[in-house]
C-alpha cells in the first residue's frame, strides 16, 4: 500500500521561508510525476509545482520565482522550499503523485490524474 506522508509545515511571518517534504512509501518504485497541491480555506484546490523524474518541473504563477520543487528519487522524497512567502501562501499543501508511461507536463495540476495522496500539512503565514 502506498503511502504519501508531508511534513515541515508551521505558521511564519511574511516573507520568511519554509521548506516541505513528502516522503513515499510502500513501493519501491519511483513515482513519475510529483507534485505539490495547496487548498485555502474556502477555496478549491489548486495546483502549486510539479516535477517528473528528470527533474523538469512546472510552477502555477503564484509559485514562479517563489517556490522550487525537487525530489530524491532514490529515497523517493518530494521537497518544496518555499521563499518570501505571503498571507496568500496560508492552504494546506498536499503532494501527490502518480506512476506510469504519463508525460508530467501535459497532466499538469489535473487532481484526478493522481492517484496517490498525502494527508496534508498546514502553512499559515501572518502579516
Known amino acids: 500500500q502506498v503511502k504519501l506522508v508531508e511534513s515541515g509545515g508551521g505558521s511564519v511571518q511574511a516573507g520568511r521561508s519554509l521548506g516541505l517534504s513528502c516522503v513515499a512509501s510502500g513501493n519501491t518504485a519511483t513515482m513519475k510525476c510529483m507534485a505539490w497541491f495547496r487548498q485555502a480555506p474556502g477555496k478549491e484546490r489548486e495546483g502549486v509545482a510539479l516535477i517528473d523524474t528528470d527533474g523538469n518541473s512546472v510552477y502555477a504563477n503564484s509559485a514562479k520565482g517563489r517556490f522550487t520543487v525537487s525530489r530524491d528519487n532514490a529515497k523517493n522524497t518530494l521537497y518544496l522550499q518555499m521563499d518570501r512567502l505571503e498571507p496568500e501562501d496560508t492552504a494546506v499543501y498536499y503532494c501527490?503523485?502518480?506512476?506510469?508511461?504519463?508525460?508530467?507536463?501535459?497532466?499538469?495540476?489535473?487532481?484526478?490524474?493522481?492517484?496517490?495522496w498525502g494527508q496534508g500539512t498546514r502553512v499559515a503565514v501572518s502579516l
Open positions: 501527490a503523485g502518480i506512476w506510469g508511461l504519463v508525460n508530467c507536463e501535459l497532466i499538469g495540476f489535473d487532481a484526478d490524474e493522481y492517484a496517490y
